[in-house]
Every structure is written in C-alpha cells, then in structure tokens.
C-alpha cells in the first residue's frame, strides 16, 4: 500500500511520481554490494558511481542518494554512541555522590563511639544546593567539550531518577495521570517495603532523520496494509470460539499470510493477545477519527483503560483539512483498574488513512528504537498492527471493527486473582475497546441533548447548561478516581497491611491542581474476590438504599437521590446527586457516578459541598470545583462458569450467582492528609485509611453474606 497524499492536495502528478521514486526498496544484492563499496570508499567520485549505476541497474541519483543517507546515518550512530559514554558517565558521578552522602550518614567519632551531631537543616540542604550547582557546571562544561567534537549541542540528557532509600521519610517523584498535577511522593513506610524506579516519559520531540522517517513510513505503511486484511477478512485468518463465539485469530494462517522474524518468539515468556469485536458507535466518523488522533481526546474517551497518552513527534501532517495520510509517534499506557496490574507501556506510530468516503482505518504499531536510543525502554509489551476500521451509516451512527494483537513479554508473574481475566484476553482486548468507546458514545449523546433529566426532585437542575456542566463535573471525578490507582510510571504503591493476600496498598502525591483540594493525598486501595455475578455487585454499590450497608462515613444514615441524568441507554450508567439523612454535615452532598458494559462497572463517589454543587447546576464551568473521589471498580474474574462450584466455597446463599464464576472488585479512597504541601506523612493517616478500608471490606462481604469468601 502507498503512502501517499500525506503531505497535501495540491501536488501536481509529476510530484507524486518523484515521491513513489523517493521510497524506492533495493534488493538485497543491491544492497550487499553498495554496503560493501562504502566500507571501502565512503565517498565515491562520479566514475565509480556509474560504474555502480551500470552493475546495479540502478540510476547515478539513486546511488549518489544512497551514499548521502548512509553517510548520514554514520554520523547518527556515532553521535549516539558518544551520548551514550556521556551518559553514563554523568550517571557513575551521580551513583558516587549518593553512595558518599550515604556513607557520611553513618560516620562514627572514634573518639566517643557516637555519630556526629548533625548540623541544621537549613545548612544541608544549602550545602546539597551547592553540589548540584557544580554538578551541573562539570555537565555543562563536558557536554560543551564533546559538542565541539560531533558537531552540534549535546541533547539534553533525561533526568536521573531518584534511589529510594528504605526510611520513614517521604521524597518527592512524579505523578503521571489524567489532569493530575504536580509531584508525588514515594512510600517506603516499612522494612523491605520498596518502589521500582521507574523510566521518565518521552514528552519533548527528539531529532528525527528523514531515513528514520523513511523507515516509519515505510512500516506504517505496512502495517495498514496488514490491518486492512484482518479487518475484512474472516476464514482463514479468524476463527470463532467453541465457548463465547468471539473471533479467535488463527495463528497458523497468520504466520503463513504474514511471515516474519520469530527468533524473539522462542522466548517461553512471550504470550500473544489477539482479538476482533464490531459494533454500532453513536457518533458519526469524521468526528471518531478527530477524536482517536488527538491524545488528549483519545485519554478522555478510554479513560477506564488509557492512562497516559502522548504525541512524541508527528511525522507526516496528513492532508489539508483531513487527518487522512497523518502518522505520528506517540508513547502510550494502559491499564487496568487495580494496583495488582502493571500498565503496559507502548511506544508507537499511528497512522490514519482514509479508504473512500466515509471509510476510515486507523492503525497502531510498535516502533522500535535502537538500544542506545533515549527512548529505548525494556518494554514489555510489543503492538503487532492493530486498530479500528470506521464506516459511516445513514444515520449519523458509525460500525466500528476494533482490532488488538499484541506480544506480551511477562517478566514477573500475574497476580493469582487477575491470571484467568488477562490471559482470557478480556483485560485488554478488542471488546473491551469496542464496549468502552460505545458507552463513553452515547454519554457525549446525552451530554448534547438540550432536555433536562425527569428524575430531579423539585427541578434541582434548572437548565440544560446545569446539566451538561453537572456531566463535566462528573467525568471530571471519574477521570481522577482512574488516575488514583492507576499502576502508571509516577504511581509507586507500597503494601502497608495484610488484611488478605492482597494487603491494603498505599501511595501519596501534592495535590496543586485547581481541580482537587490543595495539599498531601494519600490514595489506597485493596482488590477483593467475591463469588457473585459482576451485575450483583453492581447493583448493591449503585443503590442509594443498601449504601448504609457499605459506606463506613455515613454512620448507617439513609441516602436519597436527589437528581439524576442518565449517561446511556443502561439504566446503571447515570449520574446521581444524594442527600444524608440524619446527619450534622447538612451542607454535603454526595456526587456519584457509575458506569457498567460488558467489561467491568464502576461506582464513583465524592463528597461536595452544597455552594459547589449550586455552581455547577447553575450551568457555571465546574474546573475549579476541588474534588477527592472514592469508589469501586468491579470486574469478571475471568473463569469459565463451573456450576456451583464457587456457591460451594462461599455462604453467598442469598444471591443469584449468574454467568462466571465470580467478581473482583477493587476498593480505593482518597483522604486528604495535610493541607500543606510540604507536610510529611504520619503513621497516624496511614492507620486511619488501613481501618477504613479494612471496616469497608468487611460490611460489604457481611451485607452480601459472603464472609467466608
């Protein structure tokens, strides 16, 4: 497949045909006999040339280009190569420092036995002051040294993650999130407790050659061409399961039509996900499209499963007015609702094409940078072409057929309670893409229909633009709750209980953002296994009349709705604001979400205060309200439905145990711990969550009689 027309509609047909010539693929013999010429003579004269030109059949242009590029990526490699000395360099002074201020810590007087009395604060922190000044003064003054050796600025080098050392005390990392500003801080409460270090994120644009951007052209290209074949093609290349009917992909066929280097596949941890789902999507193409290229939208549409999601660099603009021929690199993570899983981390081109009118694909690719590259990472994760094939309906509906195939390099083992969910392939395949964008759909739908909701008591939301402003609200809170106990890069979780195998994880960040309340957060969260169906745990979250049963802060107090707006056409996906009875906080309200498909559910809560929600129903823009969700996640467990196997196990007599074998739910909360920034942590806080977690989990399994499970 070509990729052409990528760079605008007004080339004439000579200048697309010098394009077509511009990607020209040499044969193998070709180039074996050009790599041999260069290691002997790099720079050929016009004689030689020709010579070549003759013996190749190729013309003199080509051979003359074919040495610029080589040259060109010579000087790349070695370029990298010195970086790369540098680095490391500046990393050993770094480690040296450490391992000296470290060892000072521990300095004994030989005369009395005792460690030195340390000097104020203020003084310590002047004299680390200093230290880094020099510090960066020595890079300064190397990187100008080697500069004047390769030619250009040394590029500046990624920062130096900290070394956590194990301590009572709280440093400061970064947050990585939806709308989540400012810096974290890293937990190590206990003896052996821990947090991996983990790589800074791609978010500058680095240097890319014009080959690097003829090779991403040439792979995107590619890549489209395969992901087109498994859109529209059924047998060989997909068969159906014999347990749910989903589209299975055969990988025989897939080898045999789509041949490869398999060398890496020999590794025995290496696990293939493939899948395909299609659907029916309420909104119309043009505007899907805009949505999915733009990594800002495309966060805010998968907010339950895209965690992080950023443009690196764009290749190739596309066409004026159409994102048609666009291709981009783009670095992104997914996750899945709990602390227990890791996010897999993507580094990728997306290239967008449009087949005809109304027919859009839309592609995904890992891209592999060289090892010395600043963007290489040990990535787990590798994304064979995958995607999404849109096609317009009279309607003003589009058909979405979603595509996932991925390789999985497991390097630590799956936690127990989410093994069956992820290697069924429900964590992270095609349905699950399919049924969230289909759901966050029809919420953008109902965010645009101009009626207001026939629930409200009293006309509580007096207009539409209360309502739309309400709904921004309310995704604003869902988007933050995901980001809690989101496993991403900046999200170290630290297990400070065992009130089960799980135990109660903990992490904490500064909260600066106008968007939450000023000050030290503490998150925690801990997943529980319950033999009920997911839709029966669903239910009980959602009702406004079993809370009292679950909701430790609500001392038993009754709850009532006091407005409502559907969010889709299930009745579980709506918005709820409710009222406590019997309480002295007569000026808070509870703002509440839940969102349920075919994947999972999610029940989201925060208490808001009474001129807060006045602002927002009023139709005023709601950015500023401060919010610190709390709530639920809820998914299958993945297992094949055995019976009653798992009834046997549980004293859940009282429930309709339907369809799997059971639920896991995930149980967070968000407390503010000080509202100054720079305060520490105390144990203190750390026990109040642990209790409230612990009471939580055990009034739901006593409300739902499951507490043996």
């Not at 207009?463 to 869902?478: D, F, I, N, T, W």
């Amino acid at each position: 497949m070509e990729f052409g027309g990528g760079s605008g509609g007004d080339h004439d047909g000579s200048d697309s045909h010098r394009r077509k010539k511009r990607y020209h693929r040499h044969t193998s013999n070709q180039i074996q006999r050009l790599e041999a010429m260069f290691k002997d003579c790099p720079h050929p004269d016009e004689k030689q040339r020709l010579q070549l030109s003759r013996e190749l059949g190729l013309a003199p242009r080509q051979i003359k280009f074919w040495f610029q590029n080589r040259r060109t990526q010579m000087k790349a490699q070695h370029e990298r190569a010195d970086n790369s000395v540098l680095r490391s360099e500046n990393d050993k002074i770094r480690c040296e420092n450490i391992a000296i201020r470290e060892a000072l810590k521990n300095v004994i007087c030989p005369s009395c036995g005792v460690p030195p009395i340390n000097e104020d604060n203020y003084f310590d922190e002047h004299k680390l002051r200093m230290e880094n000044a020099q510090l960066k003064e020595e890079l300064d003054r190397v990187s100008s040294i080697a500069a004047k050796y390769i030619g250009r600025p040394i590029s500046q080098l990624p920062p130096v993650q900290p070394i956590h050392i194990s301590s009572l005390d709280l440093s400061m990392a970064s947050f990585g999130g939806h709308g989540m500003g400012g810096p974290s801080l890293d937990l190590d409460l206990l003896p052996g407790s821990t947090s991996s270090t983990m790589p800074s994120l791609p978010y500058q644009p680095i240097g890319i050659s014009d080959m690097d951007k003829s090779l991403m052209t040439d792979i995107a290209a590619n890549a489209m061409e395969e992901l087109l074949r498994l859109l529209q093609t059924n047998d060989p290349l997909w068969m159906k399961s014999s347990t749910d009917g989903k589209d299975v992909l055969n990988l025989e066929s897939y080898d045999r039509i789509f041949p490869r280097a398999t060398t890496h596949l020999k590794n025995p941890n290496l696990r293939i996900e493939a899948s395909r789902a299609s659907g029916v999507v309420i909104m119309n193409g043009l505007a899907l499209v805009d949505m999915i290229m733009d990594p800002n939208k495309f966060g805010e549409l998968f907010p339950t499963i895209v965690s992080m999601a950023r443009t690196i660099e764009v290749i190739s603009s596309g066409m004026l007015g159409s994102h048609s021929g666009t291709l981009q690199l783009m670095y992104k993570e997914l996750q899945l609702l709990s602390p227990l899983v890791p996010t897999r981390e993507f580094y990728f081109l997306r290239y967008c094409h449009q087949i005809e009118q109304g027919h859009w694909a839309i592609v995904d690719v890992s891209y592999d940078f060289p090892r010395d590259n600043q963007f290489a990472n040990q990535s787990r994760s590798h994304r064979l072409p995958s995607g999404c094939l849109i096609q317009d309906m009279p309607n003003g509906y589009s058909k979405v057929t979603w595509v996932e195939h991925v390789e999985i390099e497991e390097k630590a083992p799956i936690h127990r309670l989410y093994r069956d969910l992820i290697h069924s392939g429900q964590a992270f395949g095609a349905e699950r893409w399919l049924v969230a964008l289909q759901r966050m759909c029809e919420r953008y739908a109902c965010l645009m229909v101009s009626g207001t909701s026939t629930r409200d008591l009293e006309g509580v939301i007096p207009s539409p633009e209360g309502k739309r402003s309400m709904m921004k609200l309310a995704q604003r809170m869902v988007n933050n709750f995901c980001a809690s106990i989101s496993t991403s890069n900046g999200h170290r979780w630290t297990t400070i209980s065992g009130m089960n195998e799980v135990g109660v994880r903990v992490t904490i960040h500064k909260s600066t953002d106008p968007g939450q309340p000023n000050g030290v957060v503490l998150s925690a969260a801990t997943t529980i296994w319950l033999p009920l169906s997911p839709q029966t745990v669903f239910n009980f979250f959602k009702d406004e009349r079993t809370r009292p049963q679950w909701d430790v802060l609500s001392n038993g107090n009754a709850v009532q709705e006091v407005a409502h707006i559907a969010n889709g056409s299930h009745p579980g996906n709506c918005i709820s604001v409710l009222r406590a009875f019997n309480t002295s906080q007569n000026n808070m309200l509870i703002l509440q979400e839940s969102c349920i498909d075919s994947s999972g559910s999610l029940v989201v809560y925060c208490p808001v205060d009474l001129p807060a929600i006045n602002i927002a129903m009023s139709g005023e823009d709601p950015s500023y309200i401060p919010l610190l969700p709390s709530g639920f996640t809820i998914t299958p467990d993945g297992r094949q439905d055995q019976g009653d196997t798992s009834a046997s196990t549980s004293s859940c007599s009282n429930m309709n145990h339907i369809g799997g074998s059971g639920s896991l739910i995930t149980v967070a909360f968000q407390i503010l711990v000080s509202s100054l920034p720079s305060a520490k942590l105390n144990m203190e806080s750390v026990n109040t969550v642990n209790n409230l977690i612990g009471t939580t989990v055990q009034q739901i399994k006593s409300a739902l009689n499951c507490s043996s499970s």
